[in-house]
């Protein structure tokens, strides 16, 4: 397999965007279609001594576990519009360019004819992700390479207007300060039916704001995006039936150590974080507030 220096890396690549509900989606479950490269695989468990030594001297939160990785996704139906997003790897194969393409199509829906959104599943531990992602900081691989470890994020609006993300304490590997709520998707969930792929995030709006799905007013899918280094994130936007003053109230019974507070910012000020922090789709998710 090829290797392709840090100074050629791709952009990250838009994989779906659009307005999605749990009727739009099509799950499947299938084995993982992940390509192994032996020089690779092989250093996996060395990487994760490594990772789990060093946040353990962090005191950081560090345990491996099942999660979901996306094997394909295809669009099936309505009337779709499709851009190619932008493929940098150098000396590609045909059939690699052509699995590139179906991977990288941007889509935006039709209200009166919806398209549907197949996705297929299968799952990884979170060992192999995280060792291949500490590879990928220095090779980055072609896409059936990747690790495709899935996780769930939201743009939250409260009822009055602002916009929510947590400040995190520091105690789990995740080393941002800041970030949207959600979390890795994780095997032990299910995941067959399109609202189970919204319970996913449920799940983790539950245990990191103590938001119930009861008290979301309007949840949507909005795009599916694999990063620069080999993961999918899957980004909505909700609407709660909370004020500012009522989610602060119910925070104070949330009892995740990963997180430290809930922060609240106007639109101004939720963009201006997006832009600072670098999000590499801030010009997807700003569009969505």
């Not at 690699?96 to 990288?104: A, F, K, M, N, P």
Request: contains cysteine; charged residues 35%.
């Amino acid at each position: 397999m090829k290797r392709i220096a840090r100074s050629q890396k791709t952009k990250p690549l838009i994989l779906a965007e659009g307005s999605f509900g749990p009727a739009d989606l099509v799950i499947s479950r299938r084995k993982s279609n992940r390509k192994i490269d032996p020089l690779f695989e092989s250093e996996i468990d060395q990487i994760w001594h490594q990772i789990a030594t060093e946040a353990e001297s962090k005191k950081e939160r560090c345990f491996n576990g099942i999660c979901y990785r996306l094997n394909r996704l295809q669009i099936k139906g309505g009337v779709v519009k499709t851009e190619k997003a932008e493929l940098r790897e150098r000396e590609r194969e045909r059939e690699r360019e052509r699995e590139r393409e179906r991977e990288s199509k941007i889509t935006r829906t039709n209200k009166k004819n919806r398209p549907k959104l197949h996705l297929e599943f299968s799952t990884i531990d979170y060992k192999t992700a995280s060792a291949l992602q500490k590879l990928n900081q220095t090779f980055l691989t072609e896409v059936e390479f990747r690790h495709k470890l899935c996780s769930c994020g939201a743009t939250v609006k409260t009822k009055d207007g602002q916009y929510v993300i947590a400040e995190l304490s520091g105690r789990s590997m995740n080393q941002k300060k800041f970030d949207h709520l959600g979390g890795i998707m994780e095997g032990k969930l299910p995941c067959r039916t399109g609202e189970d792929l919204f319970r996913q995030l449920y799940h983790e709006l539950k245990e990191e704001g103590n938001i119930k799905h009861a008290e979301i007013k309007k949840c949507l899918l909005r795009a599916i995006i694999l990063g620069q280094r080999g993961a999918v994130k899957f980004h909505y936007s909700l609407e709660l039936k909370l004020t500012k003053k009522e989610l602060e109230k119910k925070f104070q019974a949330v009892k995740d150590q990963d997180i430290k507070s809930l922060v609240f910012l106007s639109r101004e000020e939720y963009e201006h974080w997006m832009a600072w922090c670098g999000s590499e789709t801030v010009e997807v998710l700003v569009g969505v507030v």
